[in-house]
């Protein structure tokens, strides 16, 4: 899940953001940026504050889901995989309920993109009641879903699931079987869209501040992770 960043701007709406591509972006002046980092929702997708599409949408945000695959390098062992985008307002109930089929007690990771010039950083805790988790994320709801630098997982090792809010806030689940998550996210009114495509696969921007640092340090704390650099710095 880590991406290779760099800064583009910084001090517009007080967040810092950047790009995940050469292109568009560098070429707009402050307004056109400042426009665009204010256009929130694309028909009745709306987005949250963490990721905005390329200025030209080379691909236009809706909501979906569709099968993919994930497939180590390592010794070529094949994971399917459901990759989902959702609405604003459905993305954190959604998350939870994907969690849930996981079981009583998962590991958790944090991932991190906060810091300049470093690989994305994954944080891990193992072994967290669900419930207490739950609770966690809830308290921790705007970071989660605003943040454009915070991606969290949670993982089940015995069953070999686990399911994603990333960084660019698409909700991806690991593992076979799919089934009761797929369910999960038809219940939603997330449908199955063959040819959907992703924020990921174009040019984007994501958006974070100082202030999102700073949740994201208390996160860490809430979790048993400890939060080694109160800086926030790309």
């Not at 504050?49 to 070529?76: H, M, W």
């Not at 849930?100 to 690989?119: M, N």
């Amino acid at each position: 899940m880590g991406f290779l960043k760099r800064i583009l701007r910084s001090g517009v709406a007080n967040d810092t953001i950047k790009s995940d591509a050469n292109g568009s972006f560098e070429s707009l002046s402050d307004d056109e940026l400042q426009t665009h980092m204010g256009i929130d929702s694309y028909g009745v997708f709306d987005l949250t504050d963490a990721i905005r599409p390329s200025y030209d949408l080379q691909i236009v945000p809706k909501q979906g889901y569709r099968f993919d695959e994930y497939i180590n390098e390592t010794n070529g062992t094949r994971t399917p995989v459901i990759m989902a985008s959702a609405t604003r307002h459905a993305l954190m109930t959604l998350f939870l309920d994907l969690i849930e089929p996981l079981g009583s007690t998962v590991d958790v990771v944090l991932e991190t993109s906060h810091h300049a010039g470093s690989d994305q950083e994954d944080l891990y805790r193992e072994h967290i009641d669900i419930s207490v988790l739950k609770s966690i994320l809830l308290d921790f709801e705007d970071l989660l879903l605003n943040d454009g630098c915070t991606g969290i997982a949670v993982i089940n090792p015995t069953k070999r699931q686990e399911v994603q809010l990333d960084e660019h806030k698409l909700l991806i689940v690991y593992g076979d079987p799919l089934a009761d998550f797929e369910q999960t996210l038809i219940k939603g009114d997330v449908y199955p869209d063959d040819d959907i495509r992703f924020v990921t696969e174009a040019e984007h921007v994501h958006s974070s501040s100082e202030n999102m640092y700073r949740q994201f340090c208390m996160l860490q704390t809430r979790l048993g992770m400890d939060c080694e650099s109160n800086e926030f710095a790309w």
